[in-house]
């Protein structure tokens, strides 16, 4: 008995939100930025909290030369997740610490961040693939509520273009 009037209340609840949603959405101005870094890939630390685990912590440099300017950290984990016959499947999370996107944007104020998840994908002899895809999914302080992807390329050795493109509420 309880149960069937359960059902009318969460859909009630439901419809309320949706409209809540809408209104929202229309008081705000979607804003999309565009960013392109090199994140330098560092050798991450083994973690013992999961098998496989590792953390990373690599610096994302305006050109593909490790000496050049610095414009944001990526950091995060990543643990072994499955396999195919042909690919490893990692699970990836992390986020970008951008030390300011003059070009694009200008600042989003201090430690702001963007938020990832990914899955990461490598040979079965732990090679990474050359192209890979993350989703944006939310920031923090001035990048809150962003959402898009990034593509990451290797270009070199260790060396990944990061493009990305991401929306936000203003």
């Not at 309320?16 to 050798?43: G, S, W």
């Not at 999370?93 to 030390?99: E, G, H, K, Q, R």
């Not at 990914?118 to 920031?139: F, H, M, N, P």
């Not at 990451?152 to 991401?166: A, D, K, P, Q």
Request: net charge negative; glycine share 8%; proline share 2%.
């Amino acid at each position: 008995m309880a149960r069937s009037n359960s059902i009318p209340l969460l859909a009630g609840c439901l419809m309320v939100a949706a409209v809540l949603c809408l209104v929202q959405a229309d008081d705000c101005t979607v804003k999309t930025y565009k960013f392109t870094v090199f994140q330098q890939m560092n050798e991450p630390e083994e973690i013992e909290v999961f098998s496989k685990g590792m953390i990373y912590q690599n610096a994302a440099t305006k050109t593909s030369d490790p000496k050049s300017d610095l414009y944001a950290t990526f950091s995060g984990l990543y643990f072994t997740f499955g396999h195919s016959r042909t690919t490893n499947i990692l699970q990836d999370i992390s986020s970008i610490l951008f030390v300011d996107l003059e070009e694009e944007g200008g600042t989003f104020g201090s430690d702001a961040r963007l938020h990832l998840r990914s899955q990461w994908y490598t040979t079965r002899k732990d090679v990474d693939l050359k192209v890979q895809t993350a989703a944006i999914v939310g920031g923090s302080k001035g990048l809150a509520g962003a959402y898009g992807a990034v593509t990451f390329t290797l270009v070199e050795n260790n060396v990944y273009r990061c493009e990305g493109v991401f929306s936000m509420c203003k």
